[in-house]
């Protein structure tokens, strides 16, 4: 059964990059567009991996990571945040919220597909 | 003519008295000679003569008495008042004049000690006067010159030819002046002189033509000028200094130094041109090549890679040019706000009582304090605030504050026993405007003037973090060493550490589950049975594994002899220091009180132990408690190497060196050592106080072994 990833952004533009990216590498990709959404979209079911904006409507990226990590059966989800806070301190508040990995805007999209590819690759399940 | 004292003048008076009598007695018998009939018989004239002889003497006789009497009761009872008038007019004094009894001035001598007495009231009340006075010139003087010491500004008063008369310590600072200004030179050694001479001029113009009150002029003027060498630009106020009405006689220079300031502002002007100018060219060609590639449906298929490739470089270069600029725009450390480097102890202590006193909630500082760079009152009221917020939110009034460093800030945390703060709700008491002392801001603004963020995270032990990392110290605090003194030696009489002990149940209990107090001492020397002496003693308790500063004990003792030079370089406490300082016996029995059934810590324990035990008889109190020596356990953990000094352990433990060389400091650091060795010491399954002991007895018997060789 392929990975599957779920995409939280609410730039349209980069979404269409993103799932196209990510499907073409043969990931199951279901996008949610705000917090609230992508809560759901995880409680429906419970994807391998997310990409996760930090500036989101409603819930913002930091809030729903603080929230997955809070279910331990979502352990398992790996989370990559994306965000255009390039600060240190920033990544330091997305690692300690319970985020795998943080990655700034711009980024190219080649590392990240491999990075992505990697992860899943390697992850057991 | 010769001025005759009164009794020289008596004398003349009564010997010419005397010699008128004689001369008139002897005109008589001359007289009655010469009238004598021829032939008297000599007996007739002897007897005339003999009378005559005894009139005579009478006479001078009476007159010699009456000489003598008056000399006395007058004459010298007026000298002896002229020289006491002389004596209290010269020498200023309280004399009171004494007379002898029989003298005959009457009320004279009263009612000159009168005159005196009130002189002398006269006198006492004037001296005071003008001890009072001076006493306040002195008070205003000195409160002046501490106004003018603490000034964060410079400040130069000069003479309206620019010689200098005063300045203060940063006025030296500010101009780069390796040593003294000197008085009377003139400001233009120091001050590129056109912009002074330019604001003095438009301040007399205002002063001669009446308008330094007036809103059209005003009592100060602006400017910026630079050092001689140009290399410090310094900006501030000038204000002329008037004496009376009509004249002005110098004028006051306050100033600082923006040469930063305008260095970063310029550096920020530099970004923004370069992050809208320089990125226009790129984003021109990424547009030109994306509208013919989607508008042109006849390119050919070369044409068309060349386009693509032009998107995919501008894209690139626009990235990278992006991260350069928002790296640099990082750096810029300009704020409107006033930022210092502050110690977080301060900080922190005031954060707790202000904590305590307004809102009854307990706050207590743990772990090491440490240097941040930050404003002290905008942090406070932010921090203050969140804590309120807490104990809303969670129900509690007691919190731990805990400042941990690391490579690129110092994490400043709040700790609470419960579960973590969710994001959203942090968000939104950060949003909300504060009212009062804030000004409107919101909580968040204070937290982005400081660059960083706020969250909240779970602890190792199951509590509660709410993290605010701060810049580190942009002048880095030394903790370094004050002189090249050898470090203590090593000593290997361990015979104090190996005193009998009541360990009761402390024996199988978890090491960190124990109190401690870890304690230092300052001393005259290393020798303490040759009579060097303590001269300052320190303690800080540790309770549940925590450091809790606000719990310390700190003394500085009397060693009740000369602190030599060379310790003196060591430790900075001097003679005059501890002059008012008690004694080591007043002081042990405060510290054991301190101590009471906590376990003792020291570094190098036998040292200061040894110091403590020489004085136990006199103080009437026993150290009698365990001991633990993290030098000895340091030995355990570390056998590789023979580096067991208190900096060596420090750096490998990773514990900040701040403050060493004073015991406060140093039992600190040894503190924080003693927590780190207390997890390694538990993964290498020393758990108790009773296993502690035993390793630390087992590196002693090797220890006492290696120095018998």
């Known amino acids: 059964m392929a990975k599957s990833i779920l995409v939280v952004e609410d730039e349209p533009n980069i979404v269409l990059s993103l799932q196209f990216l990510m499907k073409k590498a043969g990931f199951d990709v279901r996008v949610a567009r705000d917090g609230d959404e992508a809560l759901a979209a995880v409680q429906s079911q419970a994807p391998d991996l997310i990409l996760l904006d930090v500036m989101i409507p409603k819930r913002d990226g930091y809030d729903v990571c603080q929230t997955i990590r809070a279910n331990p059966d979502w352990g398992g989800i790996y989370i990559i945040m994306l965000t255009a806070k390039g600060r240190e301190v920033d990544r330091e508040k997305g690692i300690a919220l319970g985020a795998n990995d943080y990655v700034t805007k711009p980024f190219s999209t080649r590392d990240l597909t491999d990075k992505v590819k990697q992860i899943l690759e390697n992850s057991t399940h | ?709």
């Not at chain 2, 009437?620 to 590789?640: E, I, K, Q, R």
Request: hydrophobic content about 45%; proline content about 4%; overall charge negative.
């Open chain 2, 1 to 709: 003519m010769m001025a005759m004292t009164p009794r020289s003048f008596l004398v003349t008076c009564f010997v010419t008295l005397g010699l008128v009598a004689l001369a008139a007695v002897g005109a008589g018998l001359w007289l009655i000679g010469s009238r004598l009939p021829e032939g008297i018989s000599t007996e007739v004239r002897d007897i005339v003569l003999v009378y005559g002889g005894g009139i005579a003497f009478l006479l001078v006789a009476v007159i010699a008495v009456m000489w003598a009497y008056l000399d006395n009761a007058i004459a010298q009872p007026l000298a002896a008042l002229v020289k006491g008038i002389q004596t209290v007019v010269l020498a200023r004094s309280d004399y009171r004049i004494e007379i002898e009894e029989m003298h005959q001035l009457d009320g004279l001598p009263a009612a000159v000690n009168e005159l005196i007495r009130q002189l002398g009231i006269a006198r006492t009340g004037i001296h005071e006067a003008i001890e009072k006075a001076t006493a306040s010139l002195e008070q205003q003087k000195t409160q002046l010159e501490t106004v003018l010491l603490d000034l964060h500004e410079g400040v130069v008063v000069a003479t309206l030819d620019h010689r200098i008369l005063l300045y203060n310590n940063r006025a030296v600072q500010l101009l780069r002046i390796g040593g003294d200004i000197g008085l009377d030179r003139s400001l233009f050694h120091f001050f590129s002189p056109h912009p002074i001479v330019h604001a003095l001029s438009r301040l007399t113009t205002r002063f001669t033509q009446g308008r330094l009150d007036s809103p059209l002029g005003g009592p100060t003027v602006s400017f910026v000028g630079t050092t001689t060498d140009g290399r410090h630009t310094l900006q501030g106020r000038m204000s002329l200094i008037l004496e009376g009405e009509q004249t002005a006689s110098g004028y006051v220079l306050s100033f600082e130094d923006k040469t930063a300031e305008l260095a970063a502002l310029g550096l920020r002007d530099r970004l923004l041109r370069e992050s809208t100018e320089g990125l226009r060219a790129p984003m021109g060609n990424l547009r030109a090549a994306a509208e013919i590639l989607v508008g042109d449906s006849d390119l050919g298929a070369a044409e068309q890679e060349s386009f693509k490739k032009v998107l995919l470089q501008e894209s690139q270069f626009l990235c990278g040019r992006l991260e350069k600029l928002s790296a640099q725009y990082r750096d810029v450390i300009t704020g409107h706000w006033p930022m210092s480097d502050i110690y977080s102890g301060n900080l922190l202590q005031n954060l707790a009582d202000r904590l305590r006193e307004q809102h009854g909630i307990e706050a207590t500082i743990i772990g090491l304090p440490h240097w941040l760079h930050g404003d002290s009152y905008s942090l406070i009221e932010l921090l203050a605030r969140l804590i309120v917020l807490l104990r809303e939110r969670f129900a509690l009034t007691v919190f731990d504050l805990e400042t941990v460093p690391t490579e690129r800030w110092v994490n400043l945390d709040v700790i609470w026993q419960g579960s973590v703060l969710p994001a959203a709700e942090l968000d939104l008491w950060l949003v909300e405007p504060q009212e009062g002392v804030l000004g409107g801001l919101s909580l968040r603004e204070i937290v982005e003037r400081h660059k960083t963020d706020v969250w909240s995270l779970p602890d190792r032990s199951g509590r509660a973090r709410l993290r605010l990392p701060l810049p580190l110290p942009v002048q880095r605090v030394s903790g370094q060493v004050r002189s090249s003194m050898p470090p203590r030696p090593e000593f290997y009489d361990f015979e104090l550490l190996r005193r009998p002990v009541e360990l009761g149940d402390r024996a199988t209990r978890t090491l960190k589950s124990l109190t401690y107090v870890v304690f230092d001492t300052e001393t005259t020397g290393l020798n303490p049975s040759g009579g060097d002496e303590i001269v300052s003693i320190a303690g800080v308790r540790i309770v549940n594994g925590r450091i809790l500063t606000g719990e310390s004990f700190e003394r500085i003792v009397n060693p009740r002899r000369h602190i030599p030079v060379e310790s003196v370089r060591f430790h900075g406490i001097t003679d005059e220091m501890v002059k008012d300082k008690p004694p080591i016996a007043v002081v042990l029995p405060q510290f054991h009180a301190f101590v009471a059934d906590a376990v003792l810590v020291a570094h190098n324990a036998a040292f200061d132990l040894r110091f403590l035990q020489l004085h136990e008889a006199a103080s009437g109190v026993n150290f009698d408690m365990p001991v633990l020596d993290t030098m000895l356990l340091s030995c355990f953990l570390h056998d590789y190497t023979s580096r067991h000094n208190l900096d060596e352990v420090a750096k490998r433990f990773g514990v900040p060196v701040q403050g060493r060389h004073t015991a406060f400091g140093d039992a600190l650091v040894t503190a924080g050592c003693f927590l780190r060795m207390l997890d390694v010491l538990e993964a290498q399954a020393v758990l108790t106080l009773e296993q502690a002991l035993a390793v630390s007895a087992k590196v002693m018997q090797l220890k006492t072994r290696q120095a018998n060789f």
